[in-house]
Nanobody, 121 residues
Framework: QVQLVESGGGLVQAGGSLRLSCAASGSIFSINVMGWYHQAPGKPRELVAAISSGGSTNYADFVKGRFTISRDNAKNTVYLQMNNLKPEDTAVYYC???????????????WGQGTQVTVSS
């Protein structure tokens, strides 16, 4: 079993910054892609940013230039630095990891429990 634990959400004024962290633990052989998604009330969950084990990144258009994703492979941790936050960024932010377990060739996916980000105008 692999667990993802997110932290760093909260309430911030528009134009402010937050940094989210997500640490993976458990029977992990390797983690391929780690990513952040968000889900606002009444809307589907959507990709915010993702990063491969080699450091290649992918961003949703609505966060380009404002958010930065990074990871520490030694700590199995991914970060999301969010700058110039806007009220429309308000959502629950979820971490996701695609990984291989020790002793298995299969690829699995796990989600974190989510952390609330609220941006006031």
């Amino acid at each position: 079993q692999v667990q993802l634990v997110e932290s760093g959400g909260g309430l911030v004024q528009a134009g402010g910054s937050l940094r989210l962290s997500c640490a993976a633990s458990g029977s992990i052989f390797s983690i391929n892609v780690m990513g952040w998604y968000h889900q606002a009330p009444g809307k589907p969950r959507e990709l915010v940013a993702a990063i491969s084990s080699g450091g290649s990144t992918n961003y949703a258009d609505f966060v380009k230039g404002r958010f930065t994703i990074s990871r520490d492979n030694a700590k199995n941790t991914v970060y999301l630095q969010m700058n110039n936050l806007k009220p429309e960024d308000t959502a629950v932010y979820y971490c996701k990891a695609e990984y291989r377990r020790v002793g298995s060739l299969a690829t699995f996916g796990s989600w974190g429990q989510g952390t609330q980000v609220t941006v006031s105008s």
